[in-house]
Every structure is written in structure tokens, then in C-alpha cells.
């Protein structure tokens, strides 16, 4: 199977047109961050001292400006300029990592189907790491091809029912909201022609600027003027969550600075708040770990796939079947902050499934 990956790049260009990718500079810089050395940072990304000295240098002309202040006795620092840099590269890459994956499957499924080498499995799935962690176990073992499209919950589950995909991914809260949210797919969701199959619990909450500056403790403290938030567009579950859960403590969303600000997802939502550019969004564990942000747990939640009880032993569902029930894919997914997949894999009714609780298995 062909596999295609699409990256993110910056480039910039001086007033002479020469030109340099932020890309090749933003990893030394944040090691240098990191590191408080410029030796050390050379060394672990395998340059030459003067290697590294020279791509700085280069970069400052380019720029205009320093990247790195000196301070006797303190080791290297970045300056104001090298911490926008590092930022840049890392917004450019989080926040197009979605749309760019979504059409470099587009373009592998394209390509293997014009040399016949068998079809993708079909994935709308609402954003999560576990989610990419399929298609990237998917694609590094080389079983099948995917064609992943990240789509609303509810949009998920409709496509499905059209058979316009094979696996329709979406999640549910627990505790008191489980039942009104369940009633959104159940519109869409055969008993008799559909199963699920629990990919992963995990955690959704407040994602807080590093130290938490603000002070913010819950859901009542987004509703001061001192504090900026970032939402999830609407139709989302996870927007849904978050109005629900207003709702429960009483803040009225037109309150709250910010709520009409969206990102398509957890990782946008973290890079906004990791920039400055908010103080708080809502979103999954793992978001928040990868920018070094702070968390507050609000609610847990089950991941499920929908998908046909009549084709669950053929291709390519049944390979992906086993990719989730493997050891090797359980193992990565219990490395993300706040997921459980101990009981990925497992086939549920459709019925236990919505209504949570202990689950009613389901054999093929």
C-alpha cells in the first residue's frame, strides 16, 4: 500500500528574496530552550557546534533579529523572536495537522485504488489521538489503507448510516448526559445492522496556561473578564459537552469571553492556548500534555467505532479489528495522559453501548 504523508512548512523571505524554512530551525531552537545550551542542543539533534552556530546566524539575517540572548553565567536563553519562532512552526503543524492528514489519505486511497491494491477502510471519525493512532498503526503495518475524514460526531454516525463509511467514530459522557447525547445517534444506529466497538475511555477538561496564572479552578471562573477561552466549533461533541456542562453549573455562555471563538480541534484548541492567545479551552488529556499545559479533569468519556455486524469478518474491517485488539496498539494508546483502552477492541450492542454501564458483548 502507498502511504502519503502531507507536511507543514514556513518559510520566510528577506528583503533580498533569500529564502529558509522556520522548520529547520524551530528543533534547535526549542532544544536550546529546553537545554539552556547551545552545545548540548547541537549535540542532540546531531550537528557540529559550528553547524548549529552558522543555521542560528543564518536565520537571525534572514530574520532580522536575534534568536538567542547571552547572559554571562547563565547559559543560553531565547530571545522574545526565537520563542515566536518555536511557536510558529509548532501552531503551523498542529493546527493543520487535521485537513493536511484528511487529504493525504484522499490522495493514497486515490492512488492505491488506480493501481489496484485493494481498498481503504473508509474512517469519519470525530477528532482524537487514539483515532490517529489507528491510522498510524494502520499505515506503518501496511494491512490496509485508510481513508480517514475527522467529521462531527453526529456527521460520523449519518455517513455511516449511508454507507458512506466503514468505521463511524464518536463519543459519550458519563454520568448524567449520557442518555440525552445517546439520543443523537440513535437516529442513525441499527441495533440489528450496526455494533460498536470500544476503541478507548479518556478524559475531557480545562486546558490553563502552564501554572495555571489565572487562578481558574472550574467551569464558574470562565465566566470573568479577566479570563479569554477558546471553544470547539459547533455540532461538535465535544461543544456539546461543554454547553451541557455549563448548563449544570449555571454559567450562561454569553458571559464567557471568547465562546464564539472555535477551533476544529483538541490540538488547535491546546496550541491556542499554549500561544497566549487564550487562557483556557476544553478538550481531551493528551492536548494538554503535549503543550505542557495544566488540566482539569470535568468529565470522562467512552470512544466508540459504529460500524456493519455483517461485515465485521471481512476485509478491511477484520484487519482492523485485530490492529485494535493487538497489544502493540493498546500499548500506544495507554501511553496518551487520561486514555484507558482496556477494553479496546471489544464488540458492544449497540444498546449498552448508549446507555453505558456494563457493557453487553457481542460476538461476530
Known amino acids: 500500500m502507498i502511504d502519503i504523508r502531507c507536511v507543514t512548512e514556513l518559510i520566510v523571505r528577506d528583503s533580498?528574496?533569500?529564502?529558509?524554512?522556520?522548520?529547520?530551525?524551530?528543533?534547535?531552537?526549542?532544544?536550546?530552550?529546553?537545554?539552556?545550551?547551545?552545545?548540548?542542543?547541537?549535540?542532540?539533534?546531531?550537528?557540529?557546534?559550528?553547524?548549529?552556530?552558522?543555521?542560528?546566524?543564518?536565520?537571525?539575517?534572514?530574520?532580522?533579529?536575534?534568536?538567542?540572548?547571552?547572559?554571562?553565567?547563565?547559559?543560553?536563553?531565547?530571545?522574545?523572536?526565537?520563542?515566536?519562532?518555536?511557536?510558529?512552526?509548532?501552531?503551523?503543524?498542529?493546527?493543520?495537522?487535521?485537513?493536511?492528514?484528511?487529504?493525504?489519505?484522499?490522495?493514497?486511497?486515490?492512488?492505491?485504488?488506480?493501481?489496484?491494491?485493494?481498498?481503504?477502510i473508509r474512517i469519519h471519525a470525530s477528532h482524537g489521538y487514539a483515532v490517529a493512532a489507528l491510522v498510524a498503526e494502520l499505515g506503518s503495518r501496511g494491512v490496509v489503507a485508510v481513508d480517514i475524514k475527522y467529521r462531527e460526531s453526529a456527521e460520523a454516525v449519518a455517513s455511516l448510516a449511508r454507507g458512506e463509511c466503514d468505521f463511524a467514530g464518536f463519543h459519550l459522557p458519563a454520568g448524567?448526559?449520557?442518555?440525552?447525547?445517546?439520543?443523537?445517534?440513535?437516529?442513525?444506529?441499527d441495533p440489528r445492522r450496526h455494533v460498536l466497538i470500544h476503541l478507548t475511555k479518556r478524559k475531557q477538561g480545562l486546558f490553563l496556561q502552564k501554572g495555571n496564572p489565572k487562578g481558574v479552578r472550574g467551569l464558574d471562573d470562565l465566566?470573568?473578564?479577566?479570563?479569554?477561552?477558546?471553544?470547539?466549533?459547533?455540532?461538535?461533541?465535544?461543544?456539546?459537552?461543554?454547553?451541557?456542562?455549563?448548563?449544570?453549573?449555571?454559567?450562561?455562555?454569553?458571559?464567557?469571553?471568547?465562546?464564539?471563538?472555535?477551533?476544529?480541534?483538541?490540538?488547535?484548541?491546546?496550541?491556542?492556548v499554549a500561544s497566549g492567545m487564550a487562557d483556557v479551552g476544553f478538550g481531551v488529556a493528551p492536548a494538554a500534555h503535549h503543550f505542557g499545559l495544566d488540566f482539569i479533569p470535568v468529565v470522562d468519556e467512552d470512544y466508540y467505532f459504529a460500524c456493519e455486524r455483517g461485515r465485521l469478518s471481512s476485509a478491511p474491517l477484520a484487519a482492523a479489528i485485530e490492529v485494535l485488539k493487538s497489544e502493540a496498539f493498546q500499548a500506544s494508546v495507554s501511553r496518551l495522559e487520561g486514555y484507558d483502552p482496556a477494553e479496546c477492541g471489544l464488540l458492544v450492542d449497540v444498546a449498552s453501548g448508549l446507555r453505558g454501564g456494563a457493557p453487553a458483548r457481542v460476538s461476530r
Not at 531552537?29 to 547541537?42: F, H, N, R
Not at 448524567?176 to 444506529?189: G, K, N, T, V
Not at 455540532?235 to 453549573?249: A, H, K, P, Q, Y
Open 16 to 120: 533580498a528574496g533569500h529564502e529558509a524554512s522556520l522548520t529547520d530551525i524551530a528543533p534547535l531552537l526549542a532544544l536550546v530552550d529546553e537545554t539552556g545550551s547551545i552545545a548540548q542542543a547541537a549535540e542532540q539533534s546531531r550537528l557540529s557546534y559550528r553547524h548549529a552556530w552558522g543555521l542560528l546566524r543564518l536565520f537571525e539575517a534572514r530574520l532580522g533579529g536575534d534568536l538567542i540572548s547571552k547572559e554571562r553565567g547563565k547559559g543560553s536563553a531565547l530571545s522574545d523572536l526565537g520563542h515566536a519562532v518555536v511557536r510558529a512552526q509548532r501552531l503551523c503543524a498542529e493546527r493543520l495537522e487535521g485537513p493536511m492528514q484528511m487529504l493525504a489519505s484522499e490522495i493514497a486511497e486515490e492512488l492505491n485504488r488506480q493501481l489496484g491494491r485493494g481498498s481503504a
Open 176 to 189: 448524567p448526559f449520557r442518555e440525552l447525547c445517546a439520543d443523537i445517534y440513535r437516529r442513525w444506529l
Open 223 to 272: 465566566a470573568r473578564n479577566d479570563v479569554r477561552f477558546v471553544n470547539r466549533q459547533p455540532g461538535s461533541g465535544t461543544r456539546l459537552l461543554i454547553d451541557l456542562e455549563l448548563r449544570r453549573v449555571g454559567v450562561d455562555p454569553e458571559r464567557i469571553n471568547g465562546y464564539a471563538s472555535t477551533e476544529l480541534t483538541h490540538t488547535a484548541i491546546a496550541a491556542f
